[in-house]
């Protein structure tokens, strides 16, 4: 069964408004999420590190304050894209990494179009 | 330089057919090694760790070889089902950061 979910699975909304993603471990506490975006035709590129009761690490080139990440509890990380523009169009994708390994379990995404 | 490479594809093979993907790693400290496959607009999932040893599940064989900076994927006796993207990803060394590849677009046809 699923373990990751994500809500929405879809959203469009206008250029200049904040859109919230939600990423919800179902069936096991997670301390570490992580956040993805993948433009068409792209890799995946890692966003951030979403710590629980911290804040979250962001790769480089990444802004934190456009890309705002809540890891309030450890069932729950929020993405926050503030200001959404065009650019920021993509299909966003959390996962979290059960028992410290290094394999990953992924969201099934968020498509992000921004008019 | 990427950080991990694959041959983009399409690579269109006929059912029952072997294909094999290619892929390389420019880190040498890269401790660990996936391929993951992506249908369309969905999530990856995951396939097969691979191992130094070689490993195989199925008719899905990987190798690596860490002398080369080099991992590969076999799939033998191809199904329709497995018209796919396949991922090559790589775990740098560090806790659980994963390097994604831009993928092997696969279509198997009848």
């Known amino acids: 069964g699923a373990v990751v979910s994500q809500h929405p699975s879809r959203v469009i909304c206008k250029s200049g408004t904040s859109v919230k993603i939600e990423c919800r471990s179902l069936d096991f506490q997670a301390t570490t999420m992580f956040w993805y975006r993948q433009f068409p035709k792209k890799s995946l590129m890692l966003m951030a590190t979403s710590n629980e009761g911290s804040k979250a690490t962001y790769e480089q080139g990444v802004e934190k304050d456009k890309f705002l990440i809540n890891h309030a509890s450890l069932t729950l990380s929020t993405l926050t894209v503030t200001s959404a523009h065009p650019e920021d169009s993509s299909f966003y994708i959390c996962?979290?990494?059960?028992?410290?390994?290094?394999?990953?379990?992924f969201g099934p995404g968020t498509r992000l179009l921004v008019l | 330089r990427k950080e991990v490479e694959q041959d983009p594809g399409p690579f269109n093979v006929p059912e029952g057919a072997t294909v094999a993907f290619n892929c390389t790693y420019s880190n040498s400290a890269s401790q660990s090694f996936f391929w993951y496959r992506q249908d369309c607009r969905k999530e990856p999932k995951l396939l097969m760790s691979?191992?130094?040893s070689g490993n195989e599940d199925g008719r899905f064989t990987a190798q690596l070889n860490r002398a080369s900076q080099y991992i590969s994927l076999l799939i033998r006796d191809s199904k329709l089902s497995d018209s796919a993207t396949y991922l090559c990803v790589v775990a740098p060394g560090g806790f659980q950061k994963l390097v994604f590849g831009t993928g092997t677009r696969l279509l198997v046809s009848p």
């Open positions: 691979v191992y130094s």
């Open positions: 996962s979290l990494a059960l028992g410290g390994r290094e394999t990953q379990y």
